[in-house]
């Protein structure tokens, strides 16, 4: 007969910090955070250190294993915390088996980092003692507690935020601007801390600007600018074609000022976004002393818009985008006649030489099923007829000078004289209303409740009026300049003789609109302007 076999239980062994502290003292390591790099604060900080080395040593079950501080860095993200990442990493190699710090807060302003530590240090039979919150992370059967905190402090982290949101958006509208002059090409800051002119950086920025209207792309205003050795606002030689199309883009070289371009989305991830109308922007014009007149800025932002809208003109194309071409002016300019497709630049060899003619894209692709009557024509007969047209332009000063005049008259219209002189008349009849009031209520025989209400509604009207009469008069002050511009040109047509030699692609550009094909004997030449010329091609 078989008897039962006598099992003693032995119970296991958990080996945590407590059950340490039984044989050899607990490496105890401090963690403490500043939530900025100011003075008072650096005071708190080097309080924190002092107290938390006296704490661990007065203990004798405890010995130091470090101090770990962060100062002047957010507590809503761990991944800018190297401090404090590189006390995880000490944990997790086992070198440290408690840690001390003063609040949930301080720990982690993120409910969810704040669980996923403790959760990996409670793994590791290490423990989190938070001072402010009585709570032992070993000691508790429960996350609700720091849960609960940890929300707290979020929280918290989000009414800072907002309040950081407000106080930000309070400036914007009391036109308060700040620059950050290590990326701004051209200014620094001044001693009346507005933006002071750089004059070599701001060549640099003229340079930009005066290449992009003349028809470089950005891809050849980069390989300029590196070949003469121009730094970047950084220092650095390479340029990037964002670089430039921001610098390009940036309205500060025009005096003014767009603020709240961008936005913190979450307080969490700091993640900052373009505001696409999600926030109010604030404009401030003419608050500093401007790189770029205004009228050339506005031209740019519309060349900018145009190549930026092109479409495709090629079935081979993949993408709907177009690709604006710099190399040769007539690819933007020289169009079909018959079917008003773009001309292309194409190179014919024949028994080893070469030809350059300009062809038809609609002809190139689809042979004559679209466009069966246009013509292929050489570039060298195609250049002649083109500088025949622009010296014929030229020969007609009288006619030109009428359209010009003309022009000036249309700009001026466009800025509302008439609507100026009723604003200022008004406003005029707007403050003898006030003073009438004021005469009402110092004999005493009206309701003050209703001259309240008056007052109230002449004072909305004025401050209406006198907006818009500000507009007005900035868009009259820019047909003075754009005036001037005019009458300069005009003083050139009428005394200068102007002749040219050689086919020009940066003038070319200045002076054209359109060159149409009409057929193989002839173009149309539409200049900036309206004014048009047939010439022969011969």
Not at 19 to 37: D, F, N
Not at 250 to 260: F, P, R, S
Request: aromatic share 8%.
């Amino acid at each position: 007969m078989s008897t039962a076999p006598n099992v003693t239980i032995i119970p296991a062994k958990v080996q945590t910090a407590e059950s340490r502290s039984k044989y050899h003292q607990l490496r105890v390591a401090a963690y403490c955070r500043v939530s900025t790099a100011q003075e008072e604060q650096q005071n708190s900080y080097q309080v924190q250190i002092a107290y938390y080395t006296d704490l661990i040593n007065r203990k004798k079950e405890w010995t130091l294993a470090g101090i770990f501080a962060d100062e002047g860095i957010s507590g809503t993200q761990t991944k800018k915390r190297t401090e404090f990442n590189r006390m995880i990493r000490m944990c997790r190699n086992k070198k440290i088996d408690l840690v001390i710090t003063k609040s949930i807060s301080r720990f982690a302003r993120n409910t969810v980092d704040c669980l996923e530590y403790v959760r990996q240090l409670k793994d590791l039979g290490i423990g989190v003692i938070f001072e402010k919150e009585n709570i032992n992370t070993l000691t508790m059967t429960s996350e609700f507690m720091i849960a609960l905190y940890g929300s707290f402090a979020q929280a918290e982290s989000e009414s800072i935020s907002k309040n950081v949101s407000w106080g930000k958006e309070k400036a914007y509208r009391e036109g308060k601007v700040q620059f950050q002059y290590k990326y701004l090409l051209g200014y620094k800051k001044g001693e009346d801390g507005k933006p002071e002119i750089v004059p070599e950086e701001a060549e640099t920025v003229r340079l930009i600007y005066t290449l992009f209207l003349d028809g470089y792309s950005m891809s050849r205003i980069k390989k300029l600018l590196e070949n003469k050795g121009i730094l970047t606002s950084q220092g650095k030689k390479v340029w990037n074609e964002s670089l430039i199309r921001s610098i390009l883009k940036n309205e500060k070289y025009a005096g003014d000022a767009l603020l709240q371009k961008t936005f913190t989305s979450d307080c969490i991830t700091h993640k900052i976004v373009k505001n696409h109308g999600e926030r109010p922007m604030y404009l401030v014009t003419d608050h500093h002393e401007p790189i770029i007149d205004r009228d050339t800025y506005n031209r740019v932002q519309q060349e900018l818009a145009r190549r930026s809208s092109k479409r495709k003109i090629s079935d081979k194309t993949t993408t709907e985008q177009g690709k604006y071409s710099s190399k040769y002016a007539l690819t933007e300019l020289l169009i079909c006649g018959k079917c008003g497709t773009p001309y292309r630049r194409t190179t014919w060899t024949s028994r080893g030489k070469k030809l350059i003619v300009w062809r038809c894209i609609s002809r190139l692709e689809h042979g004559k099923r679209y466009c069966p009557d246009s013509p292929t024509i050489k570039e060298e007969q195609l250049h002649k007829a083109i500088i025949r047209a622009i010296n014929n332009y030229y020969s007609c000063g009288n006619d030109v000078e009428k359209i010009l005049k003309a022009n000036i008259s249309n700009v001026l219209e466009c800025h509302g004289q008439e609507e100026i002189a009723a604003i200022e008349k008004r406003l005029k009849e707007i403050d003898k209303a006030r003073s009438d009031l004021i005469s009402l209520i110092a004999t005493g025989g009206c309701d003050e409740d209703k001259l309240d209400s008056e007052f109230e509604k002449l004072y909305e009207e004025e401050q209406s009026l006198s907006e818009r009469l500000a507009m007005l008069k900035s868009k009259n002050q820019t047909s003075a300049e754009t005036q001037a511009k005019l009458d300069k040109i005009i003083d050139m047509i009428e005394h200068e003789k102007f002749e040219l030699e050689t086919f020009d692609n940066v003038l070319i550009r200045k002076l054209i609109e359109c060159v149409k094909v009409l057929s193989k004997t002839e173009i149309l030449v539409i200049f900036k302007g309206g004014y048009e010329v047939r010439t022969e091609i011969e």
